[in-house]
């Protein structure tokens, strides 16, 4: 038995498209004792986006972005976040927009770049996958100052961390961004052993 032979969905209703979907969905649910239950969730639609971690092997350090997030200061968190370079993929592949995103924050237009894994975030109620990169960076990779695209709304610092740091600031609450730990997590058992 699969999963669609245990989901009907019964009704959907869009409750806004301002910028993203957000959907009340009205399913019901097999349970795995074969009764059937009737069930509603809100369901937010974002798309599926990517993010990268440039890392420097020979300096051990790495390439992050710090930016205000309304999400997060609204839930108690009032610092800038500090973030791996992160975008939606607006019909592009992850590779494609993971690459322009790098250039516009970071400021660094990179070489070979290596998927390393897919994840849902928040999977209870968002429907977005995110597609995780790393790639190796070098000084004269650099051509322009990041910083995001200001008519987006973006004003984003970028930061050159050691990686030791990095994940120091993991463990004292300084970085907090999901995406950005997992990448720093992989960079350290898979990059800097």
């Known amino acids: 038995m699969t999963i669609s032979d245990r989901v009907r969905i019964k009704d959907v209703r869009i409750l806004?498209?301002?910028?993203?979907l957000l959907k009340s969905a009205t399913f019901d649910y097999r349970r795995s004792n074969g009764e059937w239950q009737t069930q509603t969730r809100e369901v937010y639609d974002r798309g599926n986006a990517a993010t990268l971690l440039p890392y420097n092997l020979?300096?051990?350090?790495?390439?992050?972005?710090?930016q205000f997030r309304l999400p997060a200061y609204v839930n108690g968190h009032d610092d800038l976040l500090i973030?791996?370079?992160a975008g939606m993929l607006d019909d592009a592949s992850p590779e494609e927009r993971i690459r322009a995103e790098a250039e516009e924050e970071t400021g660094y237009r990179l070489g070979e770049i290596k998927?390393?894994?897919?994840?849902?975030?928040?999977?209870?109620?968002?429907?977005?996958?995110?597609?995780?990169?790393?790639?190796?960076?070098?000084?004269?990779?650099?051509?322009?100052?990041?910083?995001?695209?200001?008519?987006?709304?973006?004003d984003i610092e970028v930061l050159e961390l050691p990686?030791?740091?990095?994940?120091a600031m993991i463990g004292d609450g300084r970085i907090a961004d999901a995406k950005t730990i997992m990448l720093l997590q992989y960079a350290a058992l898979n990059i800097f052993r």
Do not use: C, N, W
């Open 163 to 167: 990686i030791d740091r990095a994940l």
């Open 115 to 154: 998927k390393v894994f897919e994840a849902f975030m928040s999977p209870g109620s968002v429907t977005e996958k995110l597609h995780f990169f790393v790639a190796e960076y070098e000084s004269s990779m650099q051509v322009g100052s990041g910083g995001g695209i200001a008519d987006e709304g973006e």
């Open 16 to 20: 806004s498209d301002a910028r993203y």
């Open 83 to 85: 973030e791996a370079a």
């Open 58 to 66: 020979a300096g051990r350090t790495v390439v992050l972005v710090r």
